[in-house]
């Protein structure tokens, strides 16, 4: 007589059950499995599995998931640029860039963006930037740039960055911002705070980052915010 598994119940042969039933019980046990699992198939690409309900084995295919979602990373090394491509797609509006890297001399992390491959050099980048001092006192300072073909993102010596992009992969305009968590100036540090655009109706699936001298070594991650 045939039992069933702990767990999920699925059908199984003992060892007191006559030889001609095992193809019986084998057949019974295939089928249970296959029935188990069937929420497992389907799905495209992107999408990821998640419970439908408390059910056991009760799941659904969605598209991204919540919070944010690892797309791809770059490690550079000892290079001058670094591009990324096909990290923007219809799967997201919003992206979100962290890089930890350092350099070796001090001066801008600047940032293209790119569709096909190639890095879109057109004078349609802006941005803006405002630093205040963290260590002590009440200096502060701005900086402006364009209409150019790149856009700023820290200033000096920032190694940490956190780069916002908004809505790449439709042909609107593109707006991003960065924030520097700490850079030094002499003695002194800052907390610096940077906002760009591209301002033409222009989809992108990449970008680039460069330095205006000197290079970069470290790591760039991409990831994607749900939608919901």
């Given at each position: 007589?045939?039992t069933?598994?702990?767990?999920?119940?699925?059908d199984?042969?003992?060892?007191?059950?006559?030889?001609?039933?095992?193809?019986?019980?084998?057949?019974?046990?295939?089928?249970?499995?296959?029935?188990?699992?069937?929420?497992?198939?389907?799905?495209?690409?992107?999408?990821?599995?998640?419970?439908?309900?408390?059910?056991?084995?009760?799941?659904?295919?969605?598209?991204?998931?919540?919070?944010l979602?690892?797309?791809?990373?770059?490690?550079?090394?000892?290079?001058?640029?670094?591009?990324?491509?096909?990290?923007?797609?219809?799967?997201?509006?919003?992206?979100?860039?962290?890089?930890?890297?350092?350099?070796?001399?001090?001066?801008?992390?600047?940032?293209?963006?790119?569709?096909?491959?190639?890095?879109?050099?057109?004078?349609?980048?802006?941005?803006?930037?405002?630093?205040?001092?963290?260590?002590?006192g009440?200096?502060?300072?701005?900086?402006?740039?364009?209409?150019?073909?790149?856009?700023?993102?820290?200033n000096?010596?920032?190694?940490?960055?956190?780069?916002?992009?908004?809505?790449?992969?439709?042909?609107?305009?593109?707006?991003?911002?960065?924030?520097?968590?700490?850079?030094?100036?002499?003695?002194?540090?800052y907390?610096?705070?940077?906002?760009?655009?591209?301002?033409?109706?222009t989809?992108?699936?990449?970008?680039?980052?460069?330095?205006?001298?000197?290079?970069?070594?470290?790591?760039?991650r991409?990831?994607?915010?749900?939608?919901?």
């Open positions: 007589m045939a069933t598994t702990t767990n999920f119940g699925w199984i042969p003992q060892s007191t059950d006559l030889v001609k039933d095992g193809a019986t019980a084998i057949a019974a046990l295939g089928q249970d499995i296959d029935t188990a699992l069937v929420d497992l198939k389907g799905g495209t690409t992107g999408q990821i599995l998640a419970k439908a309900s408390g059910t056991d084995l009760d799941f659904n295919w969605v598209t991204g998931g919540s919070g979602v690892y797309i791809g990373q770059a490690t550079p090394s000892a290079v001058t640029s670094q591009s990324l491509n096909n990290v923007f797609t219809s799967t997201y509006q919003n992206y979100l860039i962290i890089t930890n890297l350092t350099f070796s001399v001090a001066d801008y992390t600047r940032l293209r963006l790119r569709a096909s491959g190639a890095d879109n050099t057109t004078s349609n980048y802006s941005s803006i930037a405002e630093f205040n001092q963290m260590s002590g009440t200096a502060s300072g701005q900086f402006r740039q364009g209409p150019t073909d790149n856009a700023a993102l820290n000096a010596e920032s190694t940490d960055l956190v780069i916002q992009v908004y809505r790449p992969q439709t042909a609107t305009n593109t707006f991003f911002g960065s924030t520097q968590m700490g850079f030094t100036f002499g003695a002194d540090n907390l610096g705070n940077f906002a760009g655009a591209f301002r033409a109706n989809q992108f699936d990449g970008f680039t980052l460069y330095r205006a001298s000197g290079t970069m070594t470290g790591t760039i991409v990831y994607g915010i749900a939608n919901s």
